[in-house]
């Protein structure tokens, strides 16, 4: 269980990060159109990839034993630098969210999705290399791709199905500075943590 639970525990700070994908789905869900189509699409995406990580890293470092250290060190170069830059958006500010008042067709909504999650490098990032490098540090990296699977599926319904209640707050600047600062907490504490071992 401890490790289904810092699985799902990373997975579901990786993936808060603001990029594009989340913040498409959180302006869908604000204006409510295609959620479930749409968060399902990206928690299932993100499943693959994680299988594919765990188990490409778990074949992959009987194979190659140099294989976890680089991506471990190169996991940690990531984390600093996307903390830095979530906390230098926090820093600039000026950001808030504005719903498109014209919305978007179901066929639009799932061609976009699918082009801000498979054509982004950050996700191969987070969810193949981070997240399989991380689990090659467990003794089951498999419960713990599994708690990060959930994670993600928990996260984007959440923030599909939850986003009508977060639309005051989102079209603050400030919140979403907090958010950015959060952030990048997080994914500095990550990176100390995968540093240490």
Not at 14 to 21: E, P
Not at 87 to 98: I, M, T
Not at 117 to 135: E, F, M, Q, R
Not at 171 to 180: C, D, G, N, T, V
Request: proline share 4%; net charge positive; aromatic share 14%.
């Amino acid at each position: 269980m401890t490790v289904f639970l810092a699985g799902m525990g990373t997975g579901l700070s990786l993936i808060m990060a603001i990029g594009a994908q989340n913040a498409f789905v959180l302006k869908l869900g604000l204006m409510r159109r295609h959620v479930l189509p749409v968060v399902l699409f990206c928690a299932l995406s993100d499943a693959i990839l994680i299988g594919f990580g765990v188990g490409g890293m778990e074949v992959a470092g009987q194979r190659l034993p140099w294989l976890a250290p680089a991506m471990r060190w190169g996991g940690v170069a990531f984390l600093l630098w996307y903390g830095a830059r979530s906390f230098l958006a926090a820093w600039r500010g000026g950001e808030a969210l504005r719903p498109d008042a014209n919305g978007h067709g179901l066929g639009k909504a799932l061609l976009t999705i699918a082009a801000l999650t498979w054509l982004n490098p950050h996700v191969y990032l987070d969810t193949v290399v981070l997240l399989g490098a991380i689990s090659a540090q467990w003794a089951q990296p498999w419960v713990f791709g599994a708690g990060a699977m959930v994670g993600s599926f928990l996260f984007f319904f959440s923030l599909g199905y939850g986003a009508r209640l977060l639309a005051p707050v989102f079209a603050r600047p400030r919140s979403w500075q907090w958010l950015e600062f959060a952030v990048g907490c997080v994914m500095w504490l990550i990176a100390a943590k995968l540093a240490l071992g």
